[in-house]
């Protein structure tokens, strides 16, 4: 197979998004006429936003999600990439990371198909780095239990793991759990653990801070429906 699978990223919002990614990404979704998409509607959003000129009904879209099944992804994988290089969108962000498009890369290597990451916003490392976590050693946990006692239970392993091995631990909720969250961890965590919250990434409204439990007590913040990522550390 001749084609190959870039891994094309999203912004984080809705941002201008030659504020946030190459101007390598238009020239090459000018190209590409078959996508690997999350959700249809919004990867036509942000191809009309790279290119207005870009003719949405030339171009063919696969879902891919719980519902989307594997025989369907290779299908299309073999129909199209021996001649044709195919884009992988995800929602926001990079695709392949915390993404279902793990799985299409998953695909492509086991048929020898060449990936290509491109570069792109991440809220994991975006957030990592504005945190002044350790970035040498960390976890992404992904979203944790909604419930107790697996919440409590997940939040207290977190800081123990944080206080014994000095790693750091970043996890995310759904954007309208975020404040109960908030509410379960200062009253779970020991008052001297470091929580960092980053909320917004890249939008004109990003929030970015890093205190004690103890700190963070005092002045809950507002996160209710926002994009946000939490990180756990010392």
């Known amino acids: 197979m001749n084609g190959k ?37 919004s990867a036509r959003r942000f191809l009309k936003k790279i290119d207005q000129d870009i003719v949405i009904d030339d171009l063919t879209f696969l879902e891919i999600n719980k519902r989307t099944r594997h025989d369907d992804m290779v299908e299309f994988i073999e129909d199209v990439a021996g001649t044709n290089d195919i884009g992988v969108l995800s929602e926001a962000g990079c695709p392949g990371v915390a993404d279902p498009g793990a799985e299409v890369v998953k695909t492509a290597h086991k048929k020898g198909l060449t990936v290509v990451p491109l570069v792109g916003p991440s809220s994991i490392l975006l957030s990592l780095m504005a945190s002044g976590m350790n970035g040498q050693s960390f976890s992404f946990d992904g979203y944790i239990p909604i419930k107790h006692p697996g919440r409590g239970k997940t939040l207290k392993y977190m800081e123990q793991s944080a206080m014994k091995h000095d790693q750091t631990h970043i996890f995310i909720e759904t954007p309208y759990r975020n404040n109960a969250l908030m509410s379960d961890m200062v009253k779970t965590l020991d008052s001297r653990t470091r929580l960092c919250v ?8 990003e929030f970015i801070k890093t205190q004690t439990i103890g700190e963070w007590k005092k002045d809950l913040p507002e996160l209710h429906k926002r994009p946000a990522i939490f990180l756990i550390g010392r």
């Open 198 to 205: 980053a909320c917004d990434l890249t939008l004109d409204t």
């Open 5 to 41: 699978i870039y891994l094309i990223p999203t912004t984080l919002g809705t941002e201008n998004p030659y504020q946030v990614l190459p101007s390598n990404i238009k020239p090459l979704v000018q190209k590409i006429k078959f996508y690997f998409v999350e959700n249809s509607r």
